[in-house]
């Protein structure tokens, strides 16, 4: 079965400094994965995904993330955080061998970048 | 996204009553797929659809149905509202084929109150 756990349900950083928001994966082959970021009062909108190649991903607004295969995780990291930052984030994978294409989705990360 | 567009944005119904929650997109994409938000419980999938004639169940469809009218609407019916429906409701569309068509674009959602 798919499934994705974000272990920090809360993010708290500083402007200026290294921000992690953190995602593991369980899939039964190979996975997509996927970021979103939710701004209050907003659907959710794309910022980056893990197809192949390359494990580090670079995405909208300076995000990037790490694939670890060995660790089966997908977190997220910015080097310089922004308070315009702080937003709902959710990480997302599909199996890579299914063909029904849905996406199973974490439960969310709050992060709070604070001036 | 402005591509995916939701209505109503919110509405209150009372217990009992059937409401349609409608979404429509001009990207022109094959897939669409409702999602329901809760807080501390992310996303979860109640339909989605591969194209007009593919309907499919997700992980919630209990008490509620969908149609998918043209390429461009899907529509999300609460036969009988009742209040543990009061959610997030998100729609969001994808293009088929091919893992670099995988990333899903959401609508602005639609806040559901059940009294």
């Known amino acids: 079965a798919q499934s994705v756990a974000q272990p920090e349900d809360q993010v708290n950083v500083a402007e200026g400094n290294p921000l992690t928001v953190k995602c593991t994966y369980s899939v039964s082959g190979n996975p997509y994965l996927f970021w979103y970021v939710q701004y209050p009062n907003r659907g959710l909108q794309f910022l980056l995904k893990?197809?192949?190649?390359?494990?580090l991903v670079k995405g909208s607004y300076g995000f990037e993330a790490e694939f670890n295969k060995s660790q089966t995780s997908f977190h997220l990291k910015k080097p310089s955080a922004l308070v315009s930052d702080s937003a709902l984030y959710f990480c997302?994978?599909?199996?890579?061998?299914?063909?029904?294409?849905?996406?199973?989705f974490g439960r969310g990360t709050q992060l709070t970048v604070w001036p | 996204d402005a591509d995916v567009t939701q209505t109503p944005r919110n509405r209150i119904t009372k217990t009992g009553k059937r409401i349609m929650l409608e979404c429509s997109q001009t990207k022109g994409h094959d897939r669409m797929y409702w999602y329901r938000q809760d807080p501390g419980l992310g996303l979860r999938l109640i339909y989605y659809?591969?194209?007009?004639?593919?309907?499919n169940k997700g992980e919630i469809s209990d008490g509620y149905s969908v149609s998918r009218q043209a390429q461009a609407k899907f529509s999300l019916s609460l036969e009988s509202a009742i209040p543990n429906q009061t959610a997030l409701y998100f729609c969001?569309?994808?293009?088929?084929?091919?893992?670099?068509?995988?990333?899903?674009?959401f609508g602005p959602g639609t806040r559901l109150l059940v009294l």
């Open positions: 893990y197809i192949t190649g390359d494990n």
């Open positions: 997302a994978v599909r199996d890579r061998g299914s063909t029904l294409g849905r996406l199973y």
């Open positions: 969001a569309t994808s293009e088929a084929g091919g893992p670099y068509q995988e990333t899903q674009y």
């Open positions: 659809s591969f194209d007009v004639k593919d309907i």
